[in-house]
DNA sequence: GCCTAGGGTGAATGCGCTTTCATGACACAC
DNA sequence: GTGTGTCATGAAAGCGCATTCACCCTAGGC
């Protein structure tokens, strides 16, 4: 644990640190002899390069790196047991990991990963701004005010919801769009008409932007436009849904007039609702379509298979990788804000399939 | 993209670098107004602490870092497409990550992540080691040698495969183990008899373990005791496993005398031995039972479903982190070597379920 | 034989921070 | 009033490396 330097090295094979140095740095600028004896010494004593002072030095540390939020997720864990095979299933940060790994991977960079411990201090970007080369945040884990200090000092992407700060570069994912493309997809392929949105909270900008969706094609079909989603859950939760699906069933028998479809902002939701509905007899999609956004794994597995939005998750972290490659290429370049497209996945919920 | 200093910091508060410092590392230690006057200018100046200096001066980064193959996974890609779900599916690596990740942050590390790029420079594990407190390693990613060198600089923590190097914390899974019980199970509570096994190249310690294991319940239960696999393939995947399924039917009509079961080494290479035996006519379990190793997620979807052993990949992960972190509270600590236990998941392919 | 290029190497400086160690300013007790 | 602590702060010395810049040596041209 002794933890050798240039120095040693140097004393060790007869030269100056600086070749020692040039060794690593640039081969090809050292006599082949010269380099032999350097390296054979480093792997006697067992040296390895501090990229922290080689960081420090050059200004340069090949890393780029990830802030996501604290979501310790309950409804994952509840997701994975549901399932019945612990972790098999791949959750929004872990698919944007993967998809920063691999285009890091491909421009030779590590990646470094932090998730802000809720309650911990606020130092996580911080640690993590000071040691990278430029970054990658999820939506809302990071206060606005931090990252505009911090983006004066190195690229940063801002991932998902809205974009906040409109000089760095943002990716986003078609949230509007795609209700949209959904909702006609339930007008006007299936005929339906009574149509109900449960929403998020309002600050939940993706829940809104889907809502927004929603309402445009009712207003395109010349449907009845809403104001508000019908519903809005605090949670987003499966157990949320299931409460939202009753609700509006409860509604409903009091009102007359059953929708004939419930959207909801999420799949979580909408699979609470999919139980709720089924408990209270309610058949899917006959009496009833049923339609989730985000395209979770389970949706694909529950009974009906759920009718949502795919979101091109592992996409968005390969974009952001790229997008943050090239600012550090051309660093004045005008920030850029992307929109990933996203595809309706018809299934047996709303009726096809 | 200035990158103000703590002299910036430090002149622009009227104070030393050593009070700006200070501000950050210990604030108590500073009388409260110059300590607001310090922060008040970091936020002007939109100040990040370097953590490469930081790092370079007090010998500690709060990272901890994972180094795992290239593999490029072809077979992973295709099982991804095998469920029309991109990207829905963890793969060993993303799991060891998650693991890791979740025991990091409870520990206040963040987590680098590198896996090596295939044919390129041998830094890696370098630019890895150079910049965290320590990590952990797949088996087989890194030379023995080059980790020989790097353990003597910080704690290094191998997983999977068999312990290289004495002096290093280590992590397997209970491969052996598992393929006994799992063999036990067949013999015993199915009452089958004629087993084979087809294994992978005998380099893979993994795959010998599993070996072991098989010939120590044919040797329990008085069964012959094969000195080698059966078979063995190149590569386990499944291409091999249809291959290898086949190649053991011919084998059996030759000889006579078809097998009651065969066991894979992976899961892979016995979902590919289910497609070759559908198209052969032979059904499972009712012909021949067929069992694999790992657990992956494709082994419960596909028909019938796969028995197999499930390896805990993501308490792997967590371990590692503990492990680390251990040895990095009293260094001198004895080495550990930790099995991890596995459990047999019965399934239909084997006549259960 | 002398001069010039150019490649190989070393000395020295600085990257931004942490960390003694020393200092100064006070408060308190004698 | 002098002495003794305490607390807040500053000065300065690195941490391990990259990078000029200057230097020397050798090979080639004349």
């Known amino acids: 644990m002794s933890a050798p330097t240039v120095y040693d090295v140097a004393e060790r094979s007869g030269v100056s ?3 020692v140095s040039r060794v690593y740095r640039n081969p090809d600028s ?14 006697v004593l067992g040296y ?32 994975a047991d549901d399932t019945s095979d612990d972790s098999a299933v ?25 998730a802000s411990l809720k ?18 945040v999820l939506a809302r884990t990071v206060p606005t005010e931090d990252l505009e200090v911090i983006s004066r000092r190195l690229p940063v992407v801002m991932l998902a919801g809205p974009r906040e700060i409109d000089h760095l570069d943002h990716i986003e994912v078609a949230n509007s769009d795609g209700e949209r493309e959904l909702t006609r997809h339930l ?40 104001d508000e989603p019908d519903l809005r859950a605090a949670m987003m939760t499966q157990a949320e849904g299931e409460r939202a699906a009753e609700t509006l069933l409860d509604r409903a028998d009091r009102e007359g007039g059953r929708p004939q479809a419930m959207l909801f902002a999420n799949d979580q939701m909408a699979i609470g609702a999919l139980h709720a509905l089924e408990r209270r007899g309610v058949r899917v999609p006959e009496d009833i379509a049923v339609a989730g956004f ?30 943050l490659v090239q600012r550090l290429a051309e660093p004045t370049r005008e920030p850029v804000s992307l929109m990933l497209p996203v595809s309706v996945t018809r299934r047996a919920s709303c009726g096809c399939g």
Request: with cysteine; aromatic share 4%; net charge neutral.
């Open 17 to 19: 640190i600086a070749t």
């Open 30 to 43: 050292v006599r082949a002899q010269t380099r032999d004896r350097v390296l054979e010494a480093a792997r």
């Open 48 to 79: 390895v390069p501090s990229e922290n002072a080689r960081g420090l030095a050059s200004r340069t540390t090949g890393v780029l790196g990830l802030c996501f939020p604290d979501y310790s997720d309950p409804d994952a864990e509840a997701e």
């Open 90 to 114: 791949m959750l929004y940060s872990d698919q944007i990991i993967r998809g920063m790994e691999r285009a890091a991977r491909r421009h030779g960079y590590a990646l470094l990963i932090a």
């Open 119 to 136: 309650g911990g201090p606020e130092s996580l970007v911080a640690k993590v701004a000071g040691r990278v080369d430029g970054f990658a």
């Open 187 to 226: 007008i006007r392929d299936h005929g339906l008409r009574g149509l109900v949105f449960v929403g998020g909270e309002k600050d939940s900008p993706d829940a809104e932007a889907r809502f927004r969706g929603f309402r445009d094609a009712c207003a395109e079909a010349g449907l009845p436009v809403p």
């Open 294 to 323: 985000d395209g979770i794994p389970l949706s694909r597995m529950v009974r009906p298979a759920l009718t949502t939005v795919r979101q091109p998750i592992r996409r968005l972290g390969e974009e952001a990788v790229e997008l």
